[in-house]
């Protein structure tokens, strides 16, 4: 069992930066696809980014592409989600998972989910 931490959440204003971090003690995550999921109130749980085993490999959702960005550190076991020119619309709960090496888009490539952390992005 992986299990995962987010940490990063905040309140933010419109326009303003946050970067997302997904920590674990498990060497065996630099395995695995990592993405970024996050779900708003009354919403379901959409996809924000994915980043492959090795981080050569990455892929957003039309509605974050050019302003976030995924990485990772596979030495420190971390994902970090940099997410800038936030808007109101980002406001969420942003929780990261591991999959298949390769990752993707959907709940299903995934195997372990963390808590989550909320992002509040005021106007």
């Known amino acids: 069992q992986v299990q995962l931490v987010e940490s990063g959440g905040g309140l933010v204003q419109a326009g303003g930066s946050l970067r997302l971090s997904c920590t674990t003690s498990?060497?065996?995550?630099?395995?695995?696809?990592m993405g970024w999921f996050r779900q708003a109130p009354g919403k379901e749980r959409e996809f924000v980014a994915v980043?492959?085993?090795?981080?050569?490999?990455?892929y957003y959702a039309d509605s974050v592409k050019g302003r976030f960005t995924i990485s990772r550190d596979n030495a420190k076991n971390t994902v970090y989600l940099q997410m800038n020119s936030l808007k109101p619309e980002d406001t969420a709960v942003y929780y990261c998972?591991?999959?298949?090496?390769?990752?993707?888009?959907?709940?299903?490539?995934?195997?372990?989910w963390g808590q989550g952390t909320q992002v509040t992005v005021s106007s």
């Open positions: 998972a591991a999959g298949a090496r390769y990752g993707g888009i959907r709940h299903d490539d995934y195997y372990y």
């Open positions: 498990e060497r065996t995550v630099s395995f695995y696809g």
């Open positions: 980043i492959s085993w090795s981080g050569g490999s990455t």
